[in-house]
């Protein structure tokens, strides 16, 4: 421990301790721009510099490491003339009129920090260059004239999202910020996280739907998770009049560490579905509203009804975005009643059904923070760009960590552009894949494997050559295998990670794809006969192919938020609440029970899913378990 003292404060602090960090742990604040928590320290912008007694120069407390006895004066006069100087700088080398600007008023850091100082105005004549506006981006408009060229969005880019779209370019007072080779944003490699949009200090980035809706102090901020798909990324959830106004990562967040996705940040403000409002009965042909309680008389009547047939009951199916507690109570309300019921999941096990069998208890999954502690990653069977974008991020960024990453893919998915170890191999021909693996690992290779593969078997041996060097191998796979037999290819990886004793992870679907899958809730779905469809599609969109196999159905439940084709040809539907009006638990694909926080109030006639499900049950006379905790098998 190095013992400092701070503005009179005497402190010990960790060797490797910032002399920032070591001021906040003594509670003392030293102002900041280019410094993020999140971020390696930069010393770029030099707002934060402090006197030490014996040094020549003032120095910038985020990078400088606190030395053993530093007597550190971080409010001299010194300290702030040299700060009001760097504002003034700072202030004049760009448009910053701040009466016209989306962040005055209190979510501006640099304005903040010129009111800390006192500052009524900046003695220097501002650079009246104009620099463009781009405008190009679907999610977010960059300002270049508002930009105080920090680089945290450079840095959050590259160090967080391990994308490195974002750069500089020219020097001195030309220096602007470009993506990639100079394009517009919208044209660039950009993934639209919008990390980038969260972490610029001014009002440089900013999002198109929040922007002028409203400040950090008009709005509230509900810290819960992201339901986007089975990661369950920590997430705040800004609004205002009970209105979304934004979704940020949460910097603090266990599991993403702040960083999210394209799906979990902008998908939710692009919502163009209309609610569904009030219960529907069709009568005459015709949807018409009705009570709570006439539409769940309709419906309980209907279900006791088909369950005394002796062929053709109740094909019951449910999102695998709904909380634990809503599946619960589904599963229960349809699996072992009387009648012939077909119960499962929109996924229909997709995700799960292949790996559900598969002794997982011998080791268990690794959660991603593993892929942090890794030196070899192997992802097959996912497309990391598309899905689980967060999990390519903790990938990508394991690049620039000098983690060997090996990306397996049947076609092309931008992935192979990160590493020298990215192999498009033959559609359907992960398993021979997986063989040769294994035997270039145990100096078995045979060239007649490698011709069903597509890649040569040196490249295989290559591949096993990093295995048989990495400490800490894992392994990262979904089920997006061409190959006809998806079971044999997960048992063959976990078989060669058993081997190689790497850690696995597999990517599952929804958010609560393990654990419906837990409930069984993952057979494939035929009509079969079935009199009624009972759908509980929560907030998702039925797909095409779901309309398409249920809609003739003699009697139609559409329990849901939006309007949708199958709410359109529904006998009843039910209106129900979407993820961010209600309360509940997910189960990350990694088996971690997280908690969903309710950020708006839904509309008076729309109820939780929960709530439904109870109201049912007890038309229909069952006695309903709602201790959620004793169903999750973790
Ligand atoms: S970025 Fe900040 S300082 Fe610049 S104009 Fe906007 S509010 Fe003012
Ligand atoms: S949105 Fe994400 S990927 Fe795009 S530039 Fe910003 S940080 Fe990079
Ligand atoms: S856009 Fe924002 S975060 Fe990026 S360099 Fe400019 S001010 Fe900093
Ligand atoms: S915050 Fe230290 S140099 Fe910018």
Sequence with gaps: ????????????????????????????????????????????????????????????????????????????????????????????????????????????????????????HWPLQPNWQVFEVDASHPYFVLDHNRCILCRRCVRACGELVGNFTLGMEERGSKTILVADLGVPLGSSSCVSCGTCVQICPTGALIDRWSAYRGHETDITSTETICVGCSIGCGINVLTRNNSLVRIEGNWDAEINGGVICEVGRFHPMAEKRNRIVTPLIRRNGVLKAATWDEALSVVSTKLQEVNTLKTGGVAAIATTRLPVEGLNLFSQIFTGQSGNNVVTSTEEGFYTSFTKDIEFSVRKEAGLEEINKADLLLTIGVNLVKDHQVAGFFVKRAIGKETNVITVTNESTGMESFTPYGKIINKGSELSFVSALNSAYHNQLHGEIMEKVGISSQEVVKLATLFKNAKNPMIIFGVEFEAKNKSDVIRALLQFASETNSKFASLKGNANSLFASQLNLDSSFTLNGSQVVFLALGDEDPSQTLTQRVENAPFIIVQASYQSALSAKADVVLPVTNWLEQNGHYVTSDGKTQEAKRALVPASDIKSNEEVFLALGSKLGLVLDENWMDAIKI
């Design 1 to 120: 421990m190095y013992h400092l003292k701070i503005d009179g404060k005497e402190i010990d602090v960790p060797e490797g301790t910032t002399v920032l960090k070591a001021a906040k742990m003594a509670g003392i604040e030293i102002p900041t721009l280019c410094d993020h928590p999140a971020l390696e320290p930069y010393g770029g912008c030099r707002l934060c510099l402090v006197e030490i007694e014996g040094a020549r120069t003032l120095q910038p407390a985020c990078t400088l490491p606190a030395g053993n006895n530093m007597v550190i004066q971080t409010q001299t006069e010194k300290v702030k003339s040299a700060r009001t100087f760097v504002l003034s700088m700072l202030f004049s080398e760009r448009n910053h009129f701040c009466p016209y600007c989306q962040v005055s008023g209190g979510d501006c850091e640099l304005q903040n920090a010129a009111y800390d100082e006192e500052m009524t």
